[in-house]
């Protein structure tokens, strides 16, 4: 009697324990057909650059600033802009079918012009458009560079590139 009692404890702690262990979602072992990631991307300002923005050289992005002032009401023209703490940048992300509206996302930020680095940067709302011309993404907020740039008597240092950056959760679907 006490044998059939242990087996029987036995078996019922085996099957409590592989149902414990089965719990495997879905996504996790399959995934669908045609579903995949799509690059999304858009041009966009950082502002608050520490002189390391595009030279006056790089008329592009300044022309992009007047305009972007133009819009906010402020009338500028181009030879009074006289900013270094302005860069034009590309910004992109990718997006899947599980993204629904109001979701973040990560964003990547890299420099257009001659700016030389993006540190203390923040970029504009910039909208983000698929390959189809779309607008899938609005993204802004502050930027997270992962280099640096310093001279010291002439000596120059650089770990990675200060010209490309990170929005964190920066991104968001439309």
Not at 147 to 169: C, E, I, Y
């Amino acid at each position: 009697m006490n044998r059939l009692i242990l087996l029987l404890v036995v078996l019922v702690a085996s099957v409590v324990s592989v149902s414990a262990n089965a719990a495997v979602r879905a996504k996790d072992i399959a995934t669908f057909h045609g579903v995949r990631q799509n690059p999304i991307s858009g041009v966009g300002l950082v502002v608050g650059l520490d002189r390391s923005g595009d030279s006056r050289r790089n008329t592009a992005s300044l022309r992009a600033l007047a305009n972007r002032l133009r819009g906010m009401g402020v009338n500028i023209e181009l030879d009074e802009i006289q900013a270094r703490n302005v860069a034009m940048v590309m910004v992109s992300a990718s997006i899947s079918a599980h993204h629904r509206t109001g979701s973040v996302i990560d964003v990547n930020v890299a420099s257009a012009g001659d700016a030389t680095s993006l540190e203390g940067g923040s970029l504009l709302p910039t909208l983000l458009v698929g390959l189809d011309g779309n607008i899938y993404a609005v993204a802004q907020g502050a930027l997270v560079v992962g280099g640096f740039s310093a001279s010291q008597d002439g000596s120059g240092t650089q770990k990675n590139t200060p010209t490309n950056a990170r929005l964190v959760s920066g991104g968001f679907i439309e």
